[in-house]
């Protein structure tokens, strides 16, 4: 794929055999000024600015990141307020039983941090991780080895749903908690 | 209030379209093109007339510069662009433009003016001709990669499926981009060129990890990560693989951006209770706050010690939240507001700091924003319906 002035055969050939070296080029190199139409061009320049190739599409469909959007293997999502990561007192009884869940299963426990819709970039990511931490933290207060539990965070990347509502909302800003597999 | 006048050093252009079927896309990007650059006034329209000659129709006398152009798609699509004096039809450039791709048809445009704006002998504005990476959800848990023009225009998906995040511009020259893989247990820090698809994986890290900026070197890397279930900002040499922890706090440090080559970084940090922009020395412990005006300003961008943040200004945990956009100094001074409606989120710097590029949303619809910091010329292009991650341009 190529951006050629009009011009001379050696510029076109020049302009090939940068084809074959980088598979694509602004040509460029033309010493004397391109024409159009017999109009002979003033002040153009020699140019070899690279645009664009031809650009791949990866497909990772077959790649999992541990799908499902809310908690499995019979452990409870933990639910937070708005903006805010701290564990709340109706939501310690959630935290206990799933420490009593975790005591009845084996292997690593991923401890999902999930956000609402209204923050953005890295900030949003990294309160989700807060909240994450949070329900590990609590978790090994209530005896589960912290080397069981593998915190991850989704960001507002995960919601379980999408309507308008402050119920809606409220239901995304949560922990998921599943066995990693 | 602070009253900037510009006007004089932009030049009046008109365009003229000699294509035998004019194409309203092509024309659409030359007018913000030449709009956005900050160096051309032109009235908005593109006029119908001749390619070849040198006619200039009698109402476009009183301009400086007349663009001809002529738009054809035979074996993909072709430009042939001629600069003229508008006074009395001279030509000062003409060039011819082709590429096998339809559907790059606006890079055509966007060199295009480029070259005119060279010409001219204005200000570098090598940014139009930049690729835009993006990330958007396509679904929860999935999203997808996206290439663009600035105007998005044309679209490609580079990644498509799974989980993948924060996409970042590796090098200058746009090879190769970084970006966040879901995969496998814990977030993947990857690297991928476009051309090829040759993945490598640079890092990883429990609980979160993003690749915030890159050196202007290309040779290390600010990151997010949170090997202990802390947000903290460290930075990696990509020669030794090394990682150097910049951050110590026991609550929010992301988006940590490199201020010129100072050796300084500023990034979003809730030390005082609420999301707001500090910096600090790559190698000395004080920090100091940067931002005195908001109470949860979340994102960040530098050039140089010049900063563009956004500040959210209401907080509604039921949506409608209103974001602007602010542009400031590291070193204190004044602060600029770059928007007043909407919600203004995702600044980015151009290459040359001189356009911010953000993401609006109004109502039920997004759009992709510039701003020109020194005409104060802005544009806005739509979007999909789709929720936009992240962006880097």
């Known amino acids: ?181 | 209030m602070k009253i900037e006048k510009d006007v004089e050093h932009r030049s009046r252009i008109a365009v003229i379209d000699g294509s035998d079927v004019m194409n309203g896309k092509v024309s659409r990007i030359f007018l913000s093109d030449l709009k956005i650059s900050g160096h051309f006034l032109s009235d908005g329209t593109v006029h119908k007339g001749d390619f070849s000659g040198s006619f200039v129709p009698p109402g476009l006398k009183g301009r400086e510069y007349i663009v001809k152009y002529r738009y054809t798609n035979p074996n993909g699509p072709k430009l042939e662009v001629r600069l003229l004096k508008a006074s009395d039809g001279s030509q000062l450039f003409e060039k011819s433009y082709a590429l096998s791709n339809a559907q790059k048809m606006p890079f055509l445009v966007h060199k295009a003016v480029y070259d005119i704006n060279r010409i001219l002998k204005y200000p570098d504005i090598g940014w139009i001709n930049r690729y835009v990476v993006f990330s958007r959800y396509t679904a929860p848990k999935r999203s997808e990669i996206l290439l663009a023009d600035y105007t998005f225009t044309y679209t490609k998906v580079i990644i498509r499926g799974g989980l993948n995040l924060f996409p970042k511009w590796a090098d200058s020259a746009q090879k190769s981009f970084y970006y966040t893989s879901y995969a496998g247990l814990v977030p993947t820090l990857n690297k991928i060129n476009i051309y090829t698809g040759s993945k490598s994986t640079v890092a990883s890290s429990e609980g979160m990890i993003v690749c915030s900026d890159v050196s202007d070197d290309g040779g290390k890397i600010l990151l997010t990560m949170a090997p202990e279930g802390q947000a903290d900002i460290y930075e990696m040499s990509l020669f030794t693989g090394s990682k150097t922890r910049v951050t110590h706090f026991n609550g929010v440090d992301v988006s940590g951006k490199y201020l010129g080559r100072s050796g300084q970084i500023v990034f979003v940090s809730n030390r005082l209770g609420y999301a707001n922009i500090f910096k600090k020395s790559i190698g000395s412990g004080a920090v100091s706050q940067v931002v005195f005006h908001g109470r949860n300003n979340n994102a960040v961008d530098a050039h140089g010690s010049t900063i563009v943040y956004s500040s959210r200004e209401s907080n509604n945990a039921f949506g409608g939240n209103r974001f602007n956009l602010y542009l400031s100094s590291a070193n204190g001074g004044t602060t600029r507001p770059l928007t007043t409606t909407g919600s203004n989120q995702f600044p980015r710097f151009s290459t040359d700091g001189k356009i911010v590029l953000y993401i609006k949303q109004r109502g039920g619809s997004s759009s992709v924003g510039y701003i020109n910091l020194e005409s104060s010329q802005s544009l806005l292009f739509p979007l999909g319906g789709r929720k936009i991650q992240s962006i880097d341009w």
């Not at chain 1, 645009?51 to 499995?72: F, K, M, P, Q, R």
Request: with cysteine.
């Open chain 1, 1 to 181: 794929m190529v951006i050629r002035q009009k011009g001379s055969d050696v510029i076109k050939q020049t302009v090939w055999t940068a084809i074959t070296l980088t598979a694509f080029f602004f040509s460029g190199c033309g010493q004397t000024a391109p024409t159009l139409d017999g109009t002979k061009g003033k002040n153009n320049f020699t140019d070899a600015t690279e645009i664009s190739g031809d650009t791949v599409t990866v497909n990772e469909s077959g790649e999992g990141g541990g799908l499902g959007n809310s908690s499995a293997d019979g452990f409870r999502s933990v639910y937070f307020d708005f903006g805010d990561y701290s564990i709340s007192g109706t939501m310690q009884s959630k935290v206990s039983a799933d420490a009593a869940r975790a005591a009845q299963t084996s292997g690593k426990i991923k401890i999902e941090g999930n956000c609402d819709e209204f923050g953005t970039d890295e900030y949003n990511y990294a309160l989700g991780l807060k909240r994450a931490k949070a329900v590990k933290d609590a978790m090994a207060a209530e005896g589960v080895q912290n080397g069981r539990m593998v915190i991850i965070s989704y960001g507002e990347s995960n919601p379980v749903c999408s309507s308008p509502t402050d119920s809606c909302y409220a239901r995304n800003r949560r922990v998921d908690l599943r066995l990693a597999r």
